[in-house]
């Protein structure tokens, strides 16, 4: 069961190469968590996970990012909605922080952007952590959509958004997505998820396992989008170990928000 919502602080903007990026900064102890979204998403989605940081210790920094796009961060990336344009982003935005120590937390599509987050910039990563992630192998998400780069072209062409706006929305709700998520932000998904290169994501993977940054990997067994062994072999490529819960669905970071948080705080003894 979902936990009650709690507070949400303000957010913060800072500008990249023009466009706003919106954000919220809490805490300041390193090392930073920076939490990073999936698709359709925003920095509400770890409003559970925040605050059950800021529970163990309020002076922890956390830092959410909405990613180009979503929340109130400008479509940007010139139009780029590849793996590496967008883990590129997330890399700029701790540059412009001048973020020191990272630990990366993805949820879903977002792990494949703190993969890639790492791989791009590794100074500052101390830790990446991945919950329902994506993986090195189409997931059965990804699987049951037909044909996703074509789809995403017809869908995003000018007759698809004039005449399918309705239907994109009842597939998302059926799928389990909030009704209310802004039609935009769903045409946005169908253009990302049509983008996605397996292949990309796995070279990235590459490169970290090279750099030896440790990671960490969360999941449900009953996962409705992200099946078991796709985490498991994303953590073999990474010499990682899975955290199984029995439930908590795909969205663990509301539901096992105290579980995730207390095993973050013993992994990095540091509060």
């Known amino acids: ?30 090392p930073a968590l920076v939490l990073i979204h999936g698709l359709p998403g925003s920095v509400r989605d770890f409003r559970w996970l925040a605050a059950a940081v800021s529970e163990i210790d309020p002076s922890v920094r956390v830092v959410r990012i909405d990613l180009p796009g979503f929340g109130a961060t400008d479509v940007t990336l010139g139009g780029d909605m590849t793996v590496e344009a967008r883990s590129r982003f997330v890399a700029d935005v701790c540059r412009i922080l001048e973020l020191q120590e990272v630990v990366l937390i993805g949820h879903s599509m977002g792990g494949a952007l703190a993969i890639g ?10 830790r990446v952590v991945l919950l329902s992630s994506v993986g090195l192998t189409p ?3 990804y699987r049951s959509i037909p044909n996703p780069p074509l789809l995403a072209r017809i869908v995003c062409s000018p007759a698809g958004r004039r005449l399918l706006p309705g239907a994109l929305r009842k597939a998302f709700g059926r799928a ?18 049509g983008a996605v290169r397996f292949s990309a994501i796995r070279t990235l993977t590459g490169q970290v396992v090279a750099l030896g940054i440790p990671f960490d990997v969360f999941i449900a067994t009953d ?4 099946e078991l062994s796709i985490a498991q072999d994303l953590a073999d490529e990474l010499g990682a170990t899975v955290t199984t819960f029995a439930d908590g669905g795909h969205n663990i970071q509301k539901t096992r928000a105290v579980e995730i948080a207390t095993a973050l705080a013993k992994t990095l003894g540091r509060y």
Do not use: C, W
């Open 1 to 30: 069961m979902t936990p009650e919502i709690p507070f949400d602080p303000e957010i913060r903007y800072l500008e990249l190469e023009g466009a706003r990026v919106s954000y919220t900064d809490d805490g300041e102890r390193d």
């Open 117 to 126: 987050a790492a791989a791009l910039n590794p100074e500052p990563v101390a």
């Open 139 to 141: 997931h059965k998400a």
């Open 176 to 193: 389990g997505f909030p009704r209310g998520t802004p039609t935009e932000e769903l045409f946005l998904t169908t253009r990302i998820v």
């Open 223 to 226: 996962d409705p989008f992200v």
